[in-house]
């Protein structure tokens, strides 16, 4: 059983950053931030192989998030910066406890485990 419990969410304007932190209990080979606007599909973000280090991103993302791992303090982060207004979501943690080829990184029925979420709010 893996529990994750997300926060740093908030409200920032455009071109402004945010970091989000997950908090983990239990050990997990793959986790991943995943997002879900209203009216849309939830989709990933960014993910991490918490064996190797290897590291994917959404191409929207790409250049201005960075997910990292404190392994000594169980969390997972989420650094986004340059923010826009289509980031607006809320975000969800997402952790998987078998091993994931890289194109399944960011594939969300790969991940049993999945934090409350947290709202995050670009305005322009």
């Known amino acids: 059983q893996v529990q994750l419990v997300e926060s740093g969410g908030g409200s920032v304007q455009s071109g402004g950053s945010l970091r989000l932190s997950c908090a983990v209990s239990g050990s997990a080979y793959c986790m991943a931030w995943f997002r879900q606007a209203p009216e849309k599909e939830r989709e990933g973000v960014a993910a991490i192989d918490m064996s190797d280090g290897d590291i994917t991103y959404a191409d929207s993302v790409k250049g201005r998030f960075t997910i990292s791992q404190d392994s000594g303090k169980n969390t997972l982060y989420l650094q986004m910066d340059n923010l826009k207004p289509e980031d607006t979501a809320v975000y969800y943690c997402?952790?998987?406890?078998?091993?994931?080829?890289?194109?399944?990184?960011?594939?969300?029925?790969?991940?049993?485990?999945w934090g409350q979420g947290t709202q995050v709010t670009i305005s322009s």
């Open positions: 997402a952790a998987a406890t078998a091993r994931l080829y890289p194109g399944e990184y960011l594939r969300r029925y790969e991940y049993p485990y």
